[in-house]
């Protein structure tokens, strides 16, 4: 049983324009969130997180929103450039699970020139 | 530079023959783990360690063995590979404060035949 799921495998957007990758998760034990970035022929690469004790991070074009009562967190790409373009991986986690990070499926982004 | 090191990082192999990811880290990190990547599933954690000689079995540890001497190295060890474990390897670290934000290595992509 997935625990945390992307639904959608891809998504192309125009350069400029928002790109928003939606997560969903079903284990209520999750209380740290993160978003990882991979290139091909690159190990993931830590984007964003996000506490569940908030709604909402900011760090620059990169925004996460945490909705606990739908189990849904979002990240937004504001505005998206073409060096965006990777696979995003969304992961959760809690305390206790000594750093087991239940990855997503992931979202393969395409950003357009 | 801070990083994550893997070797090899690729590999073709043959049933029963046993061998040996290598993983390396220069960040003084405590905790390591191993996740392995197989289409349609995301990454799953294999083994963690949060320190030297404490060891801890993952999601899917079976077929797989680690070690942990040293701080900086946490190597993967498949005692006698199968074609089920082709598939592609991330070793990872972080500060024990910090364990659910890991780094990651490139990986190593290892064929079983």
């Known amino acids: 049983d997935q625990q945390v799921k992307q639904n959608s495998p891809s998504l192309s957007v125009q350069e400029g324009r928002i790109s928003i990758l939606n997560c969903d998760y079903t284990?209520?034990?999750?209380?740290?969130f993160l978003w990882y970035k991979k290139y091909p022929a690159e190990g993931p690469t830590f984007l964003i997180s996000?506490?569940?004790?908030?709604d909402k991070n900011e760090d620059g074009r990169f925004t996460v929103f945490l909705n606990k009562s739908a189990k849904h967190l979002s990240l937004h790409i504001v505005p998206s450039q073409p060096g965006d373009s990777a696979v995003y991986f969304c992961?959760?986690?809690?305390?206790?699970?000594?750093?087991?990070?239940?990855f997503g499926k992931g979202t393969k982004l395409s950003v357009k020139p | 530079e801070a990083q994550v090191t893997q070797n090899p990082r690729y590999l073709i192999t043959v049933t029963g023959k046993k061998l040996t990811v290598t993983c390396s880290q220069n960040?003084?990190?405590?905790?390591m783990s191993w996740y392995r990547q197989d289409p349609g599933l995301g990454l799953r954690q294999i083994y963690y360690?949060?320190?030297?000689?404490?060891?801890d079995k993952g999601d899917v540890p079976e077929g797989y063995k680690v070690s942990r001497k040293e701080k900086r190295n946490f190597p993967l060890i498949l005692e006698s590979p199968s074609p089920n474990q082709t598939s592609l390897y991330f070793c990872?670290?972080?500060?024990?404060?910090?364990?659910?934000?890991?780094?990651f290595g490139p990986g190593t992509r290892l064929t079983v035949l």
């Open positions: 990872a670290s972080s500060s024990i404060a910090r364990a659910d934000t890991q780094y």
């Open positions: 284990n209520s034990m999750f209380d740290y």
């Open positions: 996000i506490s569940s004790i908030k």
């Open positions: 992961a959760a986690t809690y305390g206790g699970s000594q750093g087991n990070l239940i």
């Open positions: 960040m003084n990190h405590e905790y």
């Open positions: 360690s949060m320190n030297v000689e404490v060891t």
